[in-house]
């Protein structure tokens, strides 16, 4: 299995950033997790083919993944500030997706909402449903997990349903959650970054 290394300390520690600068630099770090989650599973010999697979698989796993950032800032963030720094997630991970989009399957019909639209109408959606699940110092509980998972279930071709909730469920969400509360802590934190050793091994 890959391990995903992300980049999470600003450059310019000691000045506390604003909800919207921390959203931005969580959106990116959200994007690359949700990408290496889809490369893992491809690794796994799951079926997700590029084209509108792809991007189904993707939203789902880019909404859980806000919900759980979401629920991290609840730990952290005065209630008002939760709320303008999720808002601003969503809406650069909006925007994120959409440059995706746009790339590799075109712009949407005339007369049909943007990608970025039905993203956020997706996250609006669900987050009705993902607000009856639990989340704690463990990270999210099982029905959190499990409902990402039944929900990729219903993306995969006949081949892979049997197995794709256990290997999200098992394997997936616990290191994607793992990484995000890492790159959580780094992004908020005001510290200095550690000093970058110097000299090149030769192991």
């Given amino acids: 299995m890959s391990v995903l290394r992300v980049k999470s300390h600003w450059f310019k520690p000691g000045t506390p950033k604003t909800p919207q600068q921390n959203a931005s630099a969580l959106a990116f770090i959200v994007w690359r997790v ?30 859980f993944l806000i919900q759980v950032v979401d629920r991290m800032a609840f730990e952290r963030m005065p209630e008002a500030t939760r709320i303008e720094f999720t808002t601003a997630l969503v809406r650069r991970v909006a ?86 509360q890492s790159a959580m802590q780094g992004v908020l934190s005001t510290e200095a970054r550690p000093a970058r050793r110097s000299g090149i091994s030769g192991d």
């Fill in 34 to 63: 949700a990408q290496n989650m889809l490369k893992q599973m491809r690794a796994a010999q799951f079926e997700i083919d590029i084209g509108p697979p792809y991007f189904a698989f993707m939203r789902e796993v880019l909404v």
């Fill in 95 to 180: 925007e994120i997706l959409e440059d995706s989009e746009n790339d590799l399957l075109g712009l949407p019909p005339e007369g049909t909402e943007s990608h970025r639209a039905q993203f956020i109408e997706l996250f609006n959606q669900l987050s009705d449903d993902y607000a009856h699940f639990h989340y704690d110092a463990d990270g999210p509980d099982f029905a959190f997990t499990r409902y990402l998972g039944s929900r990729v279930t219903e993306l995969m071709v006949q081949k892979d349903k049997n197995w794709a909730l256990e290997q999200i469920m098992a394997v997936e969400a616990p290191e994607a959650v793992g990484t995000l």
